[in-house]
């Protein structure tokens, strides 16, 4: 039978959870999906998070994708949730809701670590930057298949403006831009990142990665950019892997393989 872990990822809309195939990657079975809660206070959202482990009936470790800079499982940003996350342990709230042992980890290097592990990423030699577009912009840095956690690159300021607010996925949608559009605008966001960093790969995830072909095609970079191997689901396949490995410890030394 296939070693199996947990995962929980945590969004600025949703929450959503899966047991995990630890052994190849990827989820064991169907995701479990809730709507985040409004205002998403710590309270409210581990209320959450219980309710997608029980649905489940899980009993184990468990890894949590958080989106912030997450450092000693505290949160140290919170572009995308409830300000009030300024400051709290991510993995003791969600361990008090659960009963259950929790590991946390930034969404992005969550993804990262799947894709270093199983995915477009794997064996891949120098660094890789992994960009994850969503509600927001995640990014991940991953050399020779060790992760550098809380790389907070999506907001980096172009033209007078946070980027993230221009090029995610949710500014498409929020501003109807056509596929032609928003590549333009990726176009201006993946050139900074490429001419500041001259990484090995880019890799692509995020639930709009499902429609890559629509918007990869149409960026002229140096540097090779694919989709990511799990999409959505890379959050969650990492944080479980890393709740099953390290435990509810802290993040910095990783990039262990299985």
């Known amino acids: 039978m296939a070693l199996r872990g947990f995962g929980v990822d945590i969004g600025g809309s949703g929450i959503k959870g899966a047991v995990v195939n630890l052994d190849e990657g990827g989820l ?7 709507a985040t809660p409004q205002p998403s206070t710590p309270e409210a959202v581990g209320k959450a998070c219980a309710e997608v482990v029980a649905h489940f009936g899980w ?5 949590c994708t958080f989106p912030a800079v997450v450092d000693h499982g505290v949160a140290r940003s919170a572009a995308n949730v409830d300000k009030s996350w300024i400051g709290t342990n991510i993995e003791d ?13 930034n969404d992005a290097d969550a993804a ?6 199983w995915g477009a990423a794997r064996g891949v030699a120098g660094l890789v930057v992994l960009v994850t577009l969503g509600t927001g912009i995640g990014t991940a840095l991953v050399y020779d298949g060790a992760l550098v956690p809380n790389a907070e690159l999506g907001h980096i300021e172009l033209d007078g403006a946070d980027y993230e607010q221009r090029a995610s996925a949710a500014a498409r949608e ?4 056509s596929w032609e559009k928003w590549a333009r605008r990726l176009q201006r966001y993946f050139s900074a990142l490429e001419a500041y960093l001259w990484p090995s790969l880019f890799v692509v995830g995020g639930g709009v990665s499902r429609r890559a072909e629509k918007f990869l095609p149409l960026l002229n970079l140096q540097t090779p950019i694919v989709p990511a191997r799990f999409q959505n689901e890379a959050g969650i396949t990492g944080a479980a892997y890393l709740a099953s490995r390290l435990g509810p ?5 990783t ?3 299985p």
């Open 93 to 105: 709230v969600v361990a008090a809701a659960t009963g259950l042992e929790v590991t946390a980890v």
């Open 174 to 177: 929020r501003e109807s831009l």
């Open 249 to 253: 410890v802290p993040l910095g030394v």
């Open 112 to 117: 990262g670590i799947a894709e270093a592990n």
């Open 59 to 63: 009993q184990g470790p468990i890894g």
């Open 28 to 34: 064991a079975g169907e995701r479990y999906k809730v």
């Open 255 to 257: 990039g262990r393989q």
